[in-house]
């Protein structure tokens, strides 16, 4: 009774409010909506984009279990984690997209060149 | 149970108090911590500067919340967290900074190949024009040759009887304004005539062959008439040839008394068959 008396004011001291850290939804949702992105825009097909889509699943399974457990606040600070994972991953897909894009104007370039290599030599 | 509690007391105050001191010094930056100011430094020396400096001011902001942390903190998890999300908010500008650069090479690559297609059409263009150009001018050439060539023949035909039949086009000359009586040497009076008739076959396609045929009336023998026929279609042919007529269109024949075209027993008649007819015919 006493230790518990003296330690649980420490306990609140080292971790402020802990035991009332609201169950961070908002944030799961958010995370959960950013890995659903990057997902749809083909994060899964690109190597990069890919190992941070996994890290933010992982994060946000990471998360679910905490907040089952009743660490809220440990929850939060991992899913910040995972959104930060979800957004890098939409952009790498975003990269890629743009990269591809820009490769196969490139040939089209390159195939204009030789055709018109062709057409002079037949003049 | 209270040393516990003043151990951690003294813990506590001591990392607190030799952080705030030495900053940082006794504790090793956490590894999260060290990727994430490499992968800032990296990141910041690349196109996110140029391109995407306020998502980089961004990553950079998060660094030093990282920093922060770790000076008041040390390898708490707190750091740890901040230097985790760092890494990924310097990763996320570069990645930012690549689609631009992206983009904009695609925008680049797309306007030139725009003005590659226009250069293209306009040389094609140019080429056609320039080939109806040079079909008008051989049409023009064309109709002129065409032009001179009627003038010629109407021309001709004031000296000489032309007509077409199943031969060709046949020039008819009387004997008696080209030779002498029982002679194969031209008159001279002759010359100008044949100087018409050689212009005027100048202007028929070269395509087309010239027989020279003498002709004589019946009077006399036939092997006299032959050898005279001949002798005339020579001297024709080679003057013709002499003024300008390709020498490989022209051939000369004697027909001697053969094939009439009046009736021998009048004057008026064996002078019309003394003549050299010029068979042009019609190109194959």
């Given amino acids: 009774m006493k230790t518990t008396a003296i330690l649980l004011p420490l306990a609140l001291l080292s971790s402020a409010a802990c035991a009332s850290f609201p169950a961070p939804s908002e944030r799961l949702a958010q995370a959960e909506s950013g890995a659903r992105a990057a997902n749809e825009l083909g994060a899964a097909n690109e190597p990069t984009a890919a190992l941070y889509l996994k890290m933010a699943n992982d994060q946000l399974a990471e998360a679910k279990r905490l907040m089952a457990a009743g660490e809220n606040e440990r929850a939060d600070a991992v899913l910040q984690r995972a959104q930060a994972d979800a957004e890098l991953a939409v952009q790498l897909a975003k990269e890629a997209k743009a990269k591809a894009a820009a490769k196969a104007v490139g040939a089209q370039i390159s195939l204009l060149q030789m055709q018109n290599v062709t057409n002079g030599a037949a003049q | ?13 001591a990392s607190f108090a030799l952080g705030g001191l030495a900053g940082c010094a006794t504790v090793a930056p956490p590894r999260e911590l ?3 100011r490499t992968t800032y430094a990296r990141v910041a020396k690349g196109p996110a500067a140029e391109l995407k400096p306020d998502v980089l001011l961004t990553a950079k902001q998060q660094l030093d919340r990282a920093e922060s942390a770790f000076k008041s903190e040390g390898d708490a998890p707190a750091t740890k967290d901040a230097a985790y999300i760092a890494t990924r908010r310097a990763l996320f500008a570069e990645a930012d900074a690549n689609t631009v650069a992206a983009t904009k090479a695609k925008t680049d690559a797309d306007a030139a190949a725009i003005a590659k297609q226009g250069a293209d059409l306009n040389r094609t263009k ?49 004997g008696g304004v080209l030779f002498k009586t029982d002679k194969s040497e031209l008159l001279p009076a002759a010359m100008v005539s044949l100087n018409q008739v050689a212009d005027a076959l100048t202007r028929t396609s070269p395509e087309s062959k010239i027989v020279v045929g003498g002709y004589t009336d019946s009077q006399g023998t036939d092997g006299h008439n032959q050898e005279l026929s001949e ?5 024709v042919a080679t003057y013709l040839i002499s003024r300008g007529v390709a020498k490989d269109r022209v051939t000369s024949k004697g027909f001697g008394p053969q094939n009439p075209i009046a009736d021998n027993k009048s004057v008026e008649g064996r002078a019309q068959n003394r003549r050299v007819e010029i068979v042009v015919d019609n190109p194959k």
């Avoid at chain 2, 209270?2 to 506590?12: A, D, G, H, M, Q």
């Avoid at chain 2, 008008?136 to 007509?163: G, H, N, P």
């Fill in chain 2, 1 to 13: 149970m209270s040393r516990l509690v003043s151990v951690t007391l003294v813990t506590t105050l």
């Fill in chain 2, 34 to 36: 060290v990727e994430a």
């Fill in chain 2, 126 to 174: 140019g080429a056609l024009a320039k080939t109806q150009q040079e079909l008008d001018k051989e049409r023009t050439a064309r109709e002129d040759a065409e032009k001179r060539a009627a003038i010629a023949m109407a021309d001709l035909q004031k000296i000489a009887a032309v007509k077409k039949d199943d031969r060709g086009m046949v020039i008819t000359l009387a």
């Fill in chain 2, 231 to 235: 002798k005339r279609a020579a001297s």
